[in-house]
Each structure stands twice: as structure tokens, then as C-alpha cells.
């Protein structure tokens, strides 16, 4: 007995001895992860057989969180390293352009405005700007030049919600700022800033300003020779509900009154957050973010489609969702149009059960988009 007892308090300090210095040194495994290698290691010794039927470790962001996978061989979906200038590299919200004859210092191809969000930290979730070549990596065209507009300094103040577009020969980023003011008096923003190389940002512009809307997720598109803004704003008829509106504009800055845009096929119990849109053989197509409640409670994504310059938008079914990475939820997704015959790429925001937040990119069929 004593020996047994013995062996077993040797056993039990090398197994001390190693989680607390080789194992945070060099694996960082979780205890739970750690014991169970060990068990597992002691079994096949002993027994010559696998104890556990699958892998003991930390799951790979892509894996795949469906019991069917058979069928599924393709690697379709990329999680982008976004360089954010917090440095933790997690960033939501992107909205992102494709020129074809490039632009900025660089002259690259793909332009995108994000958030940073580290761990849905709404501190960070300033304005950031990003190129690229092909889409897959991505850096800020100068360094130290992110954020292009900073927090505010009101306790809750902060930032959100980018757009990009190419005007003419500039690129105009917009952005929402929600301020939460000492004497109780709360208002929300719509701002844009613009560059003429990507790199050098001026022209700090408030486009709308009010204390009784929202201006939730604006997403801009030029339809013929006039901008069209999409917002997410309280119901003209029901304040307890969440709608999606449409402004016009000749030229980014004024804008007129908003219209009421119907949204057909989305299930009563909830209502529209976020929205991004891309226009492909005069359609728009639409990857719709619904919630249930204010703030953005239980997102999801929706493919929905517009066939009438986007006064209205039909719900076409549910952005697929079954990667370990966006096991909590998905978030706002931005449609770009590369100009490839059957498909588009659909950069989207999504947050795993760790709380970590990516922005990943998905080739998505033109078809899907069918009514």
C-alpha cells in the first residue's frame, strides 16, 4: 500500500511538474486537455487500444460543427488575418470594394473599411482601412495610419458600422458614432471621411446627426446617377421593431428623406440589424443580418434579393452556418462582385464560442441569389 501510494505521488507531481512548466511553456493545453492526453497515453501503453474515438485537443477554426460532414470536401471558406492597429487581430463589420484598375499607392484591387472588435470590445470598433491584391491578404496602406477617426471621449461613446465606395477618383469611407453624453442626452451619427491615394484621409464630413434615430449598418451603392444609402432604423409604426430604410443622394453628402423598404419572407419574430449589398445584373443582392432583439441579440444571416433598385428585398433563405469559427453566431457581410460569370465573394463577420471575432471570406453561386 505504501508503495502503490507512493508511485502515485511521484506520478502525480511529474504530471504538476510538467502542466505548470513544460505544458505553459511550450503547449498552453487546457488541464482538462492535458488529463485526458495522459489517460489516453497510459491506455494505448498498457492496453494497446485508443480510448478516445476522436482527437484530444483544441478544435481547428475550420473545423465543421455538423454530425453529417460526408459530404462536405471542399475548403471554401478562408478566415482573413486582419491587421489591426490594436494588434489582436479581430475585427468585424467589413465592407468591401472591388476595382478592377486598382487604386492608391499600391494600386491594389480590393478596398475594405473595418472594425476592430477584440472580444466584442466596442473600445477598439474605430474605422480602419485595408488593401489588397486578390482579397486573401490584407494590410493598411501606410503604416500607423489606422484608425481614421478615434473614439470618443464620453464614457460608452464609440464607433461602428463602415461603408466603403470609389467616387470619381477618391475612395469615401462612412461610418457611424454613437455618443453617450454626461447631461443624459444621447445621439447617433453618420460621418465619411475621404482619400485621394488611400493613404492621406480628410474632409471629416457629419452627413446625418440625430437624437431620435438609429442610422444602424449604412450600405451605399450607386444606381445609375444617384447613391442609394440602406439604413436599419426604428419602425415608422412601431418602435419596437427594427425596419430598413432608403435614402438618395447626388453627391455622398445630402441626403433626402428616407422610404420605408418592405422586407418579405423574414419570420415575424424578428427583424433586421445589419445589411450588406452588391449589385449584379441589375439585381441586388443582399446578405441580410436579423435579430430579435434590440442590440443585436441572436443574429443571423439571410441571403435576400432586390429586383426593384432595392425599395423592397426578398428573403431567399439562410446564410449556411457550420464552421467551428462562427459557432456562435454570424454577423454583418459584405457582396463583391469580381466579375466571375457564376459567383460572387461574400466577406462576412463571424464570432466563435471563445468570443473571438473573424472576418472570413466565401465564394457564394450568383444562383443562390435566384427567386
Given at each position: 500500500?505504501?508503495?502503490?501510494?507512493?508511485?502515485?505521488?511521484?506520478?502525480?507531481?511529474?504530471?504538476?511538474?510538467?502542466?505548470?512548466?513544460?505544458?505553459?511553456?511550450?503547449?498552453?493545453?487546457?488541464?482538462?486537455?492535458?488529463?485526458?492526453?495522459?489517460?489516453?497515453?497510459?491506455?494505448?501503453?498498457?492496453?494497446?487500444?485508443?480510448?478516445?474515438?476522436?482527437?484530444?485537443?483544441?478544435?481547428?477554426?475550420y473545423y465543421i460543427n455538423v454530425?453529417?460532414?460526408?459530404?462536405?470536401?471542399?475548403?471554401?471558406?478562408?478566415?482573413?488575418?486582419?491587421?489591426?492597429?490594436?494588434?489582436?487581430?479581430?475585427?468585424?463589420?467589413?465592407?468591401?470594394?472591388?476595382?478592377?484598375?486598382?487604386?492608391?499607392?499600391?494600386?491594389?484591387?480590393?478596398?475594405?473599411?473595418?472594425?476592430?472588435?477584440?472580444?466584442?470590445?466596442?473600445?477598439?470598433e474605430n474605422p480602419e482601412i485595408?488593401?489588397?491584391?486578390?482579397?486573401?491578404?490584407?494590410?493598411?496602406?501606410?503604416?500607423?495610419?489606422?484608425?481614421?477617426?478615434?473614439?470618443?471621449?464620453?464614457?460608452?461613446?464609440?464607433?461602428?458600422?463602415?461603408?466603403?465606395?470609389?467616387?470619381?477618383?477618391?475612395?469615401?469611407?462612412?461610418?457611424?458614432?454613437?455618443?453617450?453624453?454626461?447631461?443624459?442626452?444621447?445621439?447617433?451619427?453618420?460621418?465619411?471621411?475621404?482619400?485621394?491615394?488611400?493613404?492621406?484621409?480628410?474632409?471629416?464630413?457629419?452627413?446625418?446627426?440625430?437624437?431620435?434615430?438609429?442610422?444602424?449598418?449604412?450600405?451605399?451603392?450607386?444606381i445609375k446617377n444617384e447613391w442609394?444609402?440602406?439604413?436599419?432604423?426604428?419602425?415608422?409604426?412601431?418602435?419596437?421593431?427594427?425596419?430598413?430604410?432608403?435614402?438618395?443622394?447626388?453627391?455622398?453628402?445630402?441626403?433626402?428623406?428616407?422610404?420605408?423598404?418592405?422586407?418579405?419572407?423574414?419570420?415575424?419574430?424578428?427583424?433586421?440589424?445589419?445589411?450588406?449589398?452588391?449589385?449584379?445584373?441589375?439585381?441586388?443582392?443582399?446578405?441580410?443580418?436579423?435579430?430579435?432583439?434590440?442590440?443585436?441579440?441572436?443574429?443571423?444571416?439571410?441571403?435576400?434579393?432586390?429586383?426593384?433598385?432595392?425599395?423592397?428585398?426578398?428573403?431567399?433563405?439562410?446564410?449556411?452556418?457550420?464552421?467551428?469559427?462562427?459557432?456562435?453566431?454570424?454577423?454583418?457581410?459584405?457582396?463583391?462582385?469580381?466579375?466571375?460569370?457564376?459567383?460572387?465573394?461574400?466577406?462576412?463577420?463571424?464570432?466563435?464560442?471563445?468570443?473571438?471575432?473573424?472576418?472570413?471570406?466565401?465564394?457564394?453561386?450568383?444562383?443562390?441569389?435566384?427567386?
Amino acid at each position: 500500500m505504501i508503495i502503490v501510494s507512493t508511485l502515485l505521488f511521484i506520478f502525480l507531481l511529474v504530471v504538476f511538474f510538467y502542466y505548470n512548466y513544460l505544458n505553459k511553456n511550450f503547449h498552453e493545453m487546457t488541464l482538462k486537455i492535458f488529463l485526458k492526453k495522459i489517460i489516453r497515453k497510459l491506455f494505448k501503453l498498457i492496453f494497446r487500444k485508443n480510448l478516445f474515438s476522436s482527437p484530444i485537443g483544441e478544435n481547428s477554426p475550420y473545423y465543421i460543427n455538423v454530425k453529417n460532414s460526408n459530404s462536405i470536401q471542399n475548403g471554401e471558406v478562408i478566415i482573413l488575418n486582419m491587421p489591426t492597429s490594436d494588434n489582436f487581430r479581430q475585427a468585424i463589420h467589413p465592407d468591401v470594394i472591388y476595382l478592377d484598375k486598382g487604386f492608391g499607392l499600391n494600386n491594389h484591387r480590393f478596398w475594405m473599411a473595418c472594425t476592430p472588435y477584440p472580444n466584442q470590445d466596442d473600445r477598439y470598433e474605430n474605422p480602419e482601412i485595408f488593401s489588397s491584391e486578390n482579397g486573401f491578404f490584407w494590410k493598411a496602406p501606410r503604416n500607423n495610419m489606422n484608425p481614421l477617426f478615434k473614439k470618443p471621449k464620453d464614457f460608452l461613446s464609440h464607433n461602428s458600422d463602415t461603408a466603403i465606395v470609389y467616387n470619381g477618383n477618391k475612395l469615401v469611407v462612412f461610418f457611424r458614432t454613437s455618443y453617450y453624453e454626461k447631461n443624459g442626452k444621447n445621439k447617433n451619427l453618420i460621418q465619411s471621411i475621404e482619400s485621394e491615394d488611400g493613404v492621406h484621409w480628410s474632409n471629416l464630413q457629419i452627413l446625418m446627426e440625430s437624437d431620435q434615430y438609429f442610422y444602424l449598418s449604412p450600405a451605399i451603392k450607386k444606381i445609375k446617377n444617384e447613391w442609394i444609402m440602406w439604413t436599419v432604423d426604428y419602425n415608422s409604426k412601431n418602435r419596437n421593431r427594427l425596419s430598413i430604410y432608403r435614402r438618395v443622394s447626388k453627391d455622398l453628402i445630402n441626403w433626402n428623406s428616407r422610404f420605408e423598404v418592405n422586407c418579405e419572407g423574414l419570420p415575424q419574430i424578428i427583424f433586421p440589424w445589419h445589411i450588406g449589398v452588391e449589385i449584379v445584373d441589375e439585381k441586388i443582392l443582399c446578405i441580410l443580418t436579423s435579430c430579435t432583439k434590440f442590440g443585436g441579440k441572436n443574429p443571423k444571416n439571410w441571403m435576400a434579393v432586390s429586383q426593384d433598385l432595392g425599395f423592397s428585398f426578398k428573403i431567399l433563405k439562410g446564410f449556411e452556418n457550420k464552421y467551428d469559427f462562427e459557432s456562435w453566431f454570424q454577423y454583418r457581410a459584405s457582396i463583391v462582385d469580381i466579375g466571375q460569370k457564376d459567383k460572387v465573394q461574400i466577406f462576412y463577420t463571424a464570432v466563435d464560442k471563445k468570443n473571438i471575432c473573424y472576418i472570413a471570406r466565401k465564394e457564394q453561386l450568383k444562383s443562390d441569389f435566384e427567386i
